[in-house]
């Protein structure tokens, strides 16, 4: 089978940096066609360079990364560097990136890509907030005849939020980019909280990357202690939800998650609520929105394990 043809949207951050390590060590199954970035869990010069840094790592430099917005649509940038670290890669050292980003934006790369390609053949996995996607979207509507399907990391229903009691942080940083992309139709997998942390590293799970002896192992082991440090000094849980390589790892094995068809509203006027997502599952079957509810947490560490490896 031909490998799926796939853009990451992402805003590294120590989650989205460990997605992008799954990725980029998934040739024979993933046709990355490019890297966007975007403001979210820090700047957008941040998060460029991060992704850049993780490429390296990676040895991937035949992936192009292409940076994005610098800021949301209409509401005051907000970040996450107390999850983060201030480097967005917890503060950890990696070596400096060997290769910049394009000279091309990411919505005119997205635009291009999207509009030239055969219809309905690019997966997007959306890992940070909806800028890019939502003004590409704007600026070339004909652009979203390329995308077989959009698998975003938002949103929370059983769950609650994690930077408000409503709202998970993609949806939060910009609302009004999330209202647009999850109101236009498109197929879309949403995997929000109420699957991602389902997947969460255990002492079993974390040994077993440990053992590995690869410099992508090895970066993701330094990545996922850092998120656990965060989560139980932050968030008070036990071990680090993987939010981001679930994404990937549904583009890679979609039979490891549970979905449901459902239409996803996004609070947008509300400061109580801003960015909260409201999921109605009383939808006809054949909606392009489904709803992740469950997934095979031992089977999404496998696959990382094993691609790591």
């Known amino acids: 089978?031909?490998?799926?043809?796939?853009?990451?949207?992402?805003?590294?951050?120590?989650?989205?940096?460990?997605?992008?390590?799954?990725?980029?060590s998934a040739a024979d199954e993933l046709d990355?066609?490019?890297?966007?970035?975007?403001?979210?869990?820090?700047?957008?010069?941040?998060?460029?360079?991060?992704?850049?840094?993780?490429?390296?790592?990676?040895g991937r430099e035949d992936v192009p990364v292409f940076a994005g917005a610098t800021h949301p649509l209409e509401v005051a940038p907000v970040e996450a560097g107390h999850f983060h670290g201030g480097n967005g890669l917890g503060?950890?050292?990696?070596?400096?990136?060997?290769?910049?980003?394009?000279?091309?934006?990411?919505?005119?790369?997205?635009?291009d890509a999207l509009s030239h390609a055969e219809p309905r053949s690019i997966s997007v996995a959306v890992l940070g907030p909806l800028t890019n996607i939502a003004l590409a979207l704007r600026a070339a509507p004909a652009c979203a005849q390329g995308i077989r399907e959009l698998v975003i990391m938002g949103g929370a229903r059983r769950e609650g939020g994690n930077i408000t009691a409503s709202a998970e942080f993609n949806i939060y940083a910009d609302?009004?980019?999330?209202?647009?992309?999850?109101?236009?139709?498109?197929?879309?997998?949403?995997?929000?909280?109420?699957?991602?942390?389902?997947?969460?590293?255990?002492?079993a799970r974390m040994a077993r990357l440990?053992?590995?002896?690869?410099?992508?192992?090895?970066?993701?082991?330094?990545?996922?202690?850092?998120?656990?440090?965060?989560?139980r000094t932050l968030a008070h849980c036990e071990g680090a939800p993987l939010h981001d390589p679930a994404i990937v790892a549904y583009c890679l094995a979609p039979s490891l998650f549970e979905t449901v068809p459902a239409r996803i509203d996004v609070e947008t006027?509300?400061?109580?609520?801003?960015?909260h997502t409201a999921v109605e599952f009383r939808v006809q079957a054949a909606s392009a929105t489904r709803w992740t509810t469950g997934v095979d947490a031992e089977g999404v560490f496998e696959l990382l394990t094993r691609r790591l490896a």
């Open 210 to 231: 440990e053992a590995l002896d690869s410099a992508r192992a090895r970066a993701a082991s330094r990545l996922l202690r850092f998120g656990e440090h965060v989560e």
């Open 32 to 58: 990355l066609r490019g890297v966007t970035t975007v403001a979210g869990n820090v700047n957008a010069t941040l998060t460029a360079k991060n992704a850049c840094i993780i490429r390296s790592i990676a």
């Open 269 to 275: 006027t509300s400061p109580l609520t801003r960015g």
């Open 175 to 203: 609302p009004h980019a999330a209202a647009a992309v999850y109101g236009a139709g498109l197929p879309i997998i949403a995997i929000g909280l109420d699957a991602t942390h389902q997947v969460r590293t255990t002492p």
């Open 91 to 111: 503060d950890l050292t990696f070596p400096p990136p060997g290769k910049d980003p394009e000279s091309t934006g990411a919505v005119d790369f997205l635009i």
């Open 1 to 24: 089978m031909a490998p799926r043809p796939l853009i990451i949207d992402c805003d590294p951050g120590v989650d989205d940096a460990v997605a992008l390590l799954l990725a980029f």
